[in-house]
């Protein structure tokens, strides 16, 4: 049974950092991509960042390049996510999911974990 755990999450002023912790179980975590999603209030769900087995490829939505890196400890079946530069639109329950980018949909909710609300606000 895949099991994905989210914590990290919370309230935050504008400009501030937060770093999202995601530990893993129940499947090979070191061979399979690993994405981060969000869903804002009233919104569907937006694909925020993946990474590649081995962490050597990431990739990220345009919403939040150059302020959050996607990393990987796959000793410690652990995914990151460090979100600096945090804007009031960056408020969302984050979501550590197994699979790619087109993970980010209801369809595959399943695959996701209970998620972690981070909350950007002065």
């Known amino acids: 049974e895949v099991q994905l755990v989210e914590s990290g999450g919370g309230l935050v002023q504008p400009g501030g950092s937060l770093r999202l912790s995601c530990a893993a179980s129940?499947?090979?975590?070191?061979?399979?991509?690993m994405s981060w999603v969000r869903q804002a209030p009233g919104k569907g769900p937006e694909w925020v960042s993946t990474i590649t087995y081995g962490g050597g490829t990431t990739t990220y939505a345009d919403s939040v390049k150059g302020r959050f890196t996607i990393s990987r400890d796959n000793a410690k079946r652990t995914l990151y996510l460090q979100m600096n530069s945090l804007k009031p639109e960056d408020t969302a329950v984050y979501y550590c999911a197994k699979g790619g980018s087109g993970i980010a949909t209801m369809s595959f909710r399943a695959y996701w974990g209970q998620g972690t609300q981070v909350t950007v606000s002065s």
């Open positions: 129940g499947f090979s975590f070191s061979t399979n991509v």
